[in-house]
């Protein structure tokens, strides 16, 4: 079931905003995030090349990304990339069970714990020059 979108956030978060959703192919919908850093530059390497014989087409840095984190599982993993980062949001007439868009999941961090990097909204949409669709 698709959650009606009521509401975009547009505006920076800042780190420690909390109690993000995402949901993607693989993992589906979870929640419990919390944003750890901003307009951080992520590197992410073609085929999982990063390895000894590494060589810069294959590589390519992202720039304005979010890191969110979390200490348990489940967390986002590879395939879940293009899938929703968002926030439970109530509609314009108090209406419970819709989200506010927050991002779109870019890739997942090595490490310990859970660790997403995303795609402001905002961000998103200024690239693409489109704009989020809300539930009218």
């Known amino acids: 079931r698709r959650s009606p979108v009521y509401s975009v956030q547009r505006t920076p978060l800042v780190a420690g905003s909390g109690n993000l959703c995402a949901a993607g192919e693989r993992t589906l919908t979870y929640c419990g995030l919390r944003v750890a850093?901003?307009?951080?530059?992520?590197?992410?390497?073609?085929?999982?090349?990063?390895?000894?014989?590494?060589?810069?087409?294959?590589?390519?840095?992202?720039k304005g990304m979010t890191r969110a984190t979390k200490s348990s599982t489940p967390c986002s993993r590879t395939g879940d990339s293009g899938g929703a980062v968002y926030s439970p949001a109530k509609g314009p007439h108090g209406?419970?069970?819709?989200v506010?868009?927050?991002?779109?999941?870019?890739?997942?961090?090595?490490?310990?714990?859970?660790?997403?990097?995303?795609?402001?909204?905002?961000?998103a949409e200024k690239l693409f020059k489109a704009t989020v669709m809300l539930h009218s």
């Open 37 to 62: 850093e901003t307009n951080v530059t992520v590197m992410y390497c073609d085929n999982n090349s990063c390895g000894d014989s590494l060589s810069w087409n294959q590589v390519h840095l992202l």
């Open 95 to 98: 209406e419970s069970g819709g």
């Open 100 to 123: 506010r868009a927050v991002g779109i999941i870019s890739g997942v961090g090595t490490g310990s714990g859970c660790n997403i990097y995303f795609t402001p909204i905002g961000v």
